[in-house]
């Protein structure tokens, strides 16, 4: 199956400092990503959609000027965190879907960021 | 835009029961609906999809079944076991761009 990587796992950070999330897709060329954030015993909240070579379209409420997103290339998603503070603090899961669009998503690993 | 509700948000049972967890969706455009499971700090795991033009499918001890009339869709786990465990979603999206809304969620607990 298509394998998504997301890389840190893992990151705390000071108030004020920014932090950048990366997402691959290892084995397929995906045209579109998606970035949700999750709180604690809370669902996955899409922030915004990764689209190649275009601007993100972010989801109503989602600050664009303070979560950066660039997909710069088929295999690389970043979502850049400015500024963090500690309301950031989340459970970030990137996604993206094969070129066929069967309509299943692949996930990755998740990235937890503290702040503090 | 698409929204979807999930019932119930927690559920216990014990081992060797079965589990049913409900959802709706508001988009009769929604036209795909996967099942995911998601361990504490880890990636949502597919486990069962459908798509709308199907209206049950199964898979071992797990079947989902789809009632497009009414836009709900439901998840079945029979002979439940301890490692089932853990959050389980509902999702539906539609069209080409895989715009997946999730529901709230049920954290499954099955006793031994």
């Known amino acids: 199956g298509a394998v998504v990587s997301q890389h840190p796992s893992w990151v705390i950070c000071k108030s004020g400092t920014s932090v950048k999330i990366e997402c691959r897709s290892l084995?397929?060329?995906?045209?579109?990503m998606f970035w949700y954030r999750q709180f604690p015993k809370q669902s996955l909240m899409l922030m915004a959609t990764?689209?190649?070579?275009?601007?993100?379209?972010?989801e109503q409420g989602v600050e664009k000027d303070k979560f950066l997103i660039n997909h710069a290339s088929l295999t690389l998603s970043t979502l850049t965190v400015t500024s963090a503070h500690p309301e950031d603090s989340s459970f970030y899961i990137c996604?993206?879907?094969?070129?066929?669009?069967?309509?299943?998503?692949?996930f990755g690993e998740g990235s937890r960021l503290t702040v503090l | 835009g698409e929204n979807v509700e999930q019932h119930p948000s927690t559920l216990s049972v014990q081992e060797g029961d079965s589990a049913v967890i409900k959802c709706t969706y508001s988009?009769?455009?929604?036209?795909?609906f996967p099942w995911y499971k998601q361990e504490l700090g880890k990636r949502p795991q597919l486990i069962i999809d459908?798509?709308?033009?199907?209206g049950e499918k199964k898979d071992q001890r797990i079947a989902v079944t789809l009632n497009k009339t009414a836009k709900h869709f439901s998840l079945h786990i029979t002979e439940t076991q301890p490692e089932d465990s853990a959050v389980y979603f509902c999702?539906?999206?539609?069209?080409?761009?895989?715009?997946?809304?999730f529901g709230a969620g049920t954290r499954l607990t099955v006793k031994p």
């Open positions: 988009d009769s455009a929604s036209n795909y």
């Open positions: 999702a539906a999206s539609w069209g080409n761009n895989n715009d997946m809304r």
């Open positions: 996604s993206a879907s094969q070129p066929r669009n069967t309509g299943e998503l692949f």
């Open positions: 084995d397929f060329q995906a045209t579109t």
């Open positions: 459908i798509r709308s033009n199907v």
């Open positions: 990764s689209n190649e070579g275009s601007k993100a379209t972010y």
